[in-house]
């Protein structure tokens, strides 16, 4: 069979490498990388299962296909379980071994095209992560804004990215090897605002026992970073409005002006046209920031980027913590699919972190994801919803029971009369639920009923 399969293969115009043994496989998969291996379950030294896990172990993204005569439930679903990519029973014909080894191998290669654009968007765009319709449009207007000249206002909710979106602005443009100054106008105290972006000069006040340079001129050459520009002080917002018209700046206490070339990025959280009109915000300095404005999208606003932020923070602090943390189970994914998010990627992001640090498994479960995401439904947003073919009602609020029945238990430590009282149920009304259940309700199991 295998030389068979060796002639087919080559024929079929594949380079094809041929082992009769675990150990010689081994060898071979050490020695170079395979797009595809197909490998016997039951063999001299070993089984194709450790084929199987050498292979995934270095190069994930090859495909494997075991064949067997010796077909068992529970080998197909090891199989699967460590990442193989078929499971085919012999005796089998070439035209079926043709088509499964096509598929197999267009798999592998759109998961290395995959991660191929995916690390050419981090390289293009820093640490900004997301292939979602509206963080495309981010992307395009990053490049077409990036190696202009003029002012940009980032605005977006807390924790949408917005000092990464500068990162990535000034990473692209002519101004690259320059410095990136960042600063969050919010955490400087009004009195120093002034001396913290232009400086000031020995003697200028008590304290100032020699000249230093503020942010502006910090920043020459290169980029400077506003972040939550609304809350600078409208004294300032005057000084501010100036420099940037001027592109001249004064320390505090000289008498002569220090030209500067920075270019300002702003970022807010706030609707700065509103403040315009509120009179809190200058109108003459939010069009001199606003010549291009982006919009970073909140993260409920873009759920297909939630699976691949995971990944990406999954990988993050695995390598942080030299954990081996692989990802998370489809029940704790679905709970992070279905959270609203108030702070967006930095919450994300924390999550995350909470999560490996606190797991001892390879694969996350629940278990390990705050209270408001695992035991929450989503904010704003029902349990459930029916979609055209539509779905068993009673299974539905049967699951959701259960679920609640379980939290209860959880929140009293299997104390089954205080459970009752957290549903607001007597307790011969818990115990039949928790015994349709399966969860143990009988009553010669129950050592709290006296209580």
């Known amino acids: 069979m295998r030389e ?27 020695e170079r990388e395979f797009e595809l291996v197909i490998t016997d379950l039951r063999m001299p030294d070993g089984t194709g299962l450790d084929v199987l896990r050498q292979v995934k172990e270095r190069r994930p993204e090859t495909q494997v296909i075991i064949v067997t005569a010796f077909a068992t439930m529970e080998n197909a679903v090891e199989a699967m379980r460590l990442g193989a990519y ?11 071994i043709r088509l499964v080894v096509q598929n197999a191998l267009e798999k592998g290669a759109l998961i290395r095209e995959n991660r191929a654009l995916k690390k050419r968007l981090q390289q293009r765009q820093g640490a900004l992560v997301g292939k979602s319709a509206a963080m495309q449009r981010v992307y395009e207007l990053i490049d ?11 605005a977006g909710e807390s924790g949408t990215g917005k000092e990464l979106v500068a990162r990535a602005i000034h990473e692209q443009s002519e101004r690259a090897k320059g410095p990136f100054i960042a600063v969050n106008c919010g955490a400087i105290p009004e009195t120093l605002v002034e ?32 972040d939550e520009v609304g809350e600078l002080p409208q004294s300032m917002q005057v000084k501010l409005l100036r420099a940037l018209q001027e592109r001249m700046i004064k320390r505090v206490g000289a008498t002569d002006q220090k030209a500067v070339d920075v270019r300002v990025i702003a970022a807010t959280n706030r609707d700065l046209a509103a403040e315009v009109k509120a009179g809190r915000f200058r109108e003459d300095l939010y069009y001199r920031l606003n010549v291009i404005a982006i919009r970073l999208p909140p993260l409920r606003e873009r759920k297909d980027d939630i699976a691949i932020l995971v990944e990406h923070f999954v990988q993050k602090f695995r390598a942080e913590q030299q954990k081996d943390v692989r990802g998370f189970s489809p029940d704790a994914l679905r709970l992070l699919l279905d959270h609203r998010f108030g702070g967006n990627v930095r919450e994300l992001e924390n999550i995350v972190e909470r999560a490996v640090t606190l797991s001892d498994a390879a694969i996350m479960g629940a278990n390990v994801l705050p209270g408001e995401v695992s035991h929450a439904a989503p904010s704003g ?20 029971e259960r679920r609640l029945l379980e939290e209860a238990l959880a929140k009293t430590g299997g104390k089954k009369k205080k459970a009752a009282t957290l549903l607001g149920l007597t307790f011969r009304s818990l115990r039949y639920r928790l015994e349709k259940h399966g969860l143990g309700g009988g009553a010669a199991e129950e050592s709290d009923e006296s209580e």
């Open 86 to 96: 078929d499971y085919q029973l012999k005796p089998f014909k070439l035209n079926e």
């Open 381 to 400: 947003a029902p349990f459930v919803s029916i979609d055209d073919a539509g779905f068993s009602l009673e299974k539905t609020l049967d699951a959701m």
């Open 144 to 154: 077409k804004v990036a190696k202009a000249k003029t002012n940009i206002i980032v």
């Open 195 to 226: 001396s913290e972006f232009f400086g000031y000069k020995r003697g200028a006040f008590t304290g100032a026992v020699q000249d230093k340079e503020g942010l502006f001129e910090a920043a020459d050459g290169g980029t400077l970073f506003l």
């Open 4 to 30: 068979i399969l060796t002639i087919f293969l080559k024929k079929e115009g594949h380079d094809v490498t041929a082992c009769s043994a675990v150990a010689e496989a081994t060898a071979k998969i050490q």
